[in-house]
């Protein structure tokens, strides 16, 4: 893995750190909080970025893999979008969601070989 992939990865992970950390410690008063936002959306761009470059070098993308990964993500990402502007209608069950749908997508991520 050259430096740069391995930069991006460490990225995408730490964006879904935040997501799913963000998720779980509002739980008991939900609510979005700002940097989860953030960090879907750095995280999802960053994945993108990380399919570019296996495209580009000699490492093979596994395509179902990655399109399952996307799908939940865009829905991972648009949930903390619009419960960033809509934080009256974010729930324990709402958040329970978003952090199920990233635990989901880390398992995808590591045991889909
Ligand atoms: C909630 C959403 C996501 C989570 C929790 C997640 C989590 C992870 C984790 C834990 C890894 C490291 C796995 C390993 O290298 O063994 C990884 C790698 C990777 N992710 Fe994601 N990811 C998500 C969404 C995405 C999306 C949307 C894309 C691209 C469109 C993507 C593309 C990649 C790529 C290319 C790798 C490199 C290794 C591989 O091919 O599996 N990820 N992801």
Same mark, same amino acid.
């Given at each position: ?13 730490? /964006? ?6 963000? $998720?779980?410690?509002?739980?008991r008063?939900?609510?979005?909080a700002? /940097?989860? +936002?953030?960090? $879907?959306? +750095?995280?999802?761009?960053? /994945?993108?970025?990380?399919? @570019? ?5 000699? @490492? ?23 419960g960033?502007k809509?934080?009256?209608?974010v729930? +324990? ?8 749908? +990233? ?8 045991l889909?070989?």
């Open positions: 893995m050259d430096i740069l992939t391995g930069v991006i990865l460490v990225i995408h992970m730490i /964006g879904w750190a935040i997501v799913l950390g963000g $998720a779980l410690t509002t739980m008063e939900p609510r979005i700002k /940097g989860v +936002t953030h960090g $879907a959306v +750095t995280a999802l761009v960053a /994945g993108i970025l990380l399919v @570019g470059l296996a495209e580009m070098g000699d @490492g093979d993308v596994n395509n179902v893999k990655i399109a399952v990964k996307l799908v939940v993500a865009l829905v991972i990402t648009a949930m903390a979008i619009y960033s809509n934080q009256d209608k729930t +324990t069950g709402y958040l329970g969601g978003l952090a199920g749908l +990233t635990v989901l997508n880390i398992a995808v991520a590591v889909w070989r």
